[in-house]
């Protein structure tokens, strides 16, 4: 059957990785180009022995030429396909994270099948990342099929509230910004900010000014299996944004939490949902940078924690630049080891995909030899379930969680 498609060659090295597993062909993988495509319209992907490996979104301006949609040539990538799509990315969130599907990732890109295309869930409020022409050119209908399946859970939208403002959309020919997707039972005028509720306590999220969408839902649960080793601790909770890890820590009995932050607008609302949670004259904050403060402790020998908790920002978002991250990674794992007692017990995780975990592993490793210290591994943990990762796709496998005891 003829298809409907224009037609694009690849080299070998490029089919193999799509055979792998993996959704992209680069630029420098095409051989041959058919009738012209419209960028962000569907191509067919074809071997250089002329054997169909899928179609996706093709884009003449992007180093990525085309995110692959699908390898099934029963597709038609029409709008009761990517329906299916997105019901099959509900069915799966609410499997998998039960009372949580309230607040939690619904797409997650290429481990959906929605190359470029992020939506977490607040409550009533979606808040989106549109990161691919493709997908930019049907946010219409994607946006409709999904308050539609949402409402067919039971689920209403308030908001959309759209946070496309990362440079990578630049790459795929599109413009940053920010701001409120205006459609029919939508406000326009959203407040900013909700509340969600995780591991029984209640956040704020400022899904208009705050990091990413708002909050760090991939960390759900490893707040919660961090907290299991707060009671009778001191904890030191660095990085700690809007004082997830803190206020799990302290709802959980631990003797004392500091939350440090360098922004004053993070730990403001840090602070807030103390106070919504009850927990207020149980936390202290400090706005300072970690690195220094660490610094400043180990100077003076003086650390009344046992229990610290790292949750940085990524400190690479470049495969050139990884080396440079690892002698950051290192530098604070080092201080944090040095000034724990022998005993004290130690979080630390990265969110960067170019950090690989055994990256990771073997900084840790360093770490502790600098330190002269040994780490009895407690658990070893990934993101959260809501933001699955698919094999073959290293992109989506991005967050490394350790605990340990320092021994």
Sequence with gaps: M??????????????????GGHPW????EVLTEGDPCPDGE???VYSPKDRWLGAGFYNSRSLIRVRLLTRNTNDRMDEAFFARRIRYALAYRRQ???????ACRLIFGEADGFPGWTVDRFGDVLVSEVLSLGINLRRDMLYAVLRRELAELGAEVRVIFERSESPLREKEGLERGKGPYIAPGLETVPSGRTEI??????????YINGQKTGYFLDQKYNRAAA????PGRRVLDCFTHTGGFALHCAAAGAESVTAVDVSAEALAQAKRNAEKNGLLDRVGFIQAD????LTEMGKEKRCPYDYIILDPPAFTKSGATVDAARRGYREINRRAMQLLPRGGYLATCSCSHFMTDSLFRAMLADAAADAQVSLRQIEARQQGPDHPILWGVPETDYLTFYLFQVV
């Design 42 to 44: 569907i191509v067919d």
């Design 197 to 206: 509720r995780e591991n029984g306590l209640v956040f704020e999220v400022d």
């Design 290 to 293: 970690v690195f220094d403060l």
């Design 25 to 28: 062909v680069y630029a420098g």
């Design 2 to 19: 003829e298809r409907p498609f224009a037609r694009l060659t690849i080299t070998e090295k490029g089919a193999r990785a799509l055979r």
């Design 96 to 102: 998998v994270m039960g009372a949580d599907f309230s």
């Design 227 to 230: 907290a299991r080793l707060a």
